[in-house]
């Protein structure tokens, strides 16, 4: 089994990456966009998925261990069992069309949620039971699956779900760490039979764990001194430059 044979330069950026894994499960859910795409650029295809999930699941399990008791559990009922039904129709989907690219229909996903969110700053009137509805929760639920199935691109549209329901930073990450822990896992037996797990790859993702720890504690810091009005900003800017790199290709 061979480690991947990059230059200096990618190995920085691939320490970088792992760092913002980290920095993304204890504080920014929209800091996938950075990881999600250089381990794409490094791994072309479906390969770049099954590098990446399991340094998600040690993320999530170090964002649990952090926030575990900041959790709101209803969101998570309402979405978990329908997101998996999702997993089970993404790898469906992978199997079908090992070569296809579904980007531009997830950042089209994307963009219509921070859409939403946009304009219910300006119009809370119009989405007063929305966030709260099952129909809605489902909806949410069931993309999330499929598309963290087939890209490992659910954090922007959980993040802005969550943003929706007002659960302040601490229940913010709580609740997305407990949801993407037990979907992650789900997830990997499913990677596996799709050969995108190995042996290889589990020893590289074992040499990055340090530095997804270190981010764990730097994105708690900056959860801690950034205010909500702030925080709020940035997952949503950080959502819509998703979508937008998404639609872009």
């Known amino acids: 089994m061979m480690l991947p044979s990059f230059t200096p ?13 980290g920095v993304n499960k204890s504080g920014l859910p929209g800091l996938s966009l950075l990881y999600v795409a250089t ?13 990446v999930l399991p340094m998600l699941v040690a993320g ?24 998996l039904g999702g997993v089970v129709l993404g790898w ?3 199997k079908a069309r090992p070569h296809a690219d579904f980007r531009r229909i997830i950042g089209v996903v994307v963009l219509v949620l ?10 809370p009137a119009w989405f007063t039971g929305l966030p709260h509805s099952r129909p809605f929760a489902w909806l949410i639920g069931w993309t999330a699956g499929i598309t963290t199935m087939i890209a490992n691109a659910a954090g922007p549209i959980m993040g802005i779900f969550f943003l929706l329901l007002d659960l302040g930073k601490q229940g913010f990450v709580g609740t997305m760490s407990w949801f993407f822990l037990i979907l992650n896992v789900c997830k990997l037996p499913f990677s596996w039979d799709l050969g995108l797990i190995r042996g290889d790859t589990l020893i590289f993702n ?16 900056m959860i801690a001194k950034l205010p909500q009005k702030l925080f709020d900003t940035l997952v949503l800017g950080f959502a819509a430059v998703a979508a937008v790199k998404l639609l872009l290709g």
């Open 9 to 21: 330069g990618q190995w920085v950026v691939v320490a970088l990456s792992a760092l913002c894994v």
């Open 60 to 83: 999530d399990i170090g964002a649990v261990l952090l926030y575990r008791r900041q959790a709101d559990w209803g969101p998570i009922r309402r979405t978990l069992p329908v997101a």
């Open 206 to 221: 074992a040499m990055l764990v340090p530095l997804i720890v270190a981010g764990l504690f730097l994105g708690r810091w």
């Open 39 to 51: 381990f794409a650029w490094l791994f072309p295809g479906q390969a770049s998925t099954g590098v």
């Open 92 to 94: 469906w989907l992978m």
């Open 114 to 123: 921070v859409l939403v969110q946009w304009a219910r700053y300006w119009r």
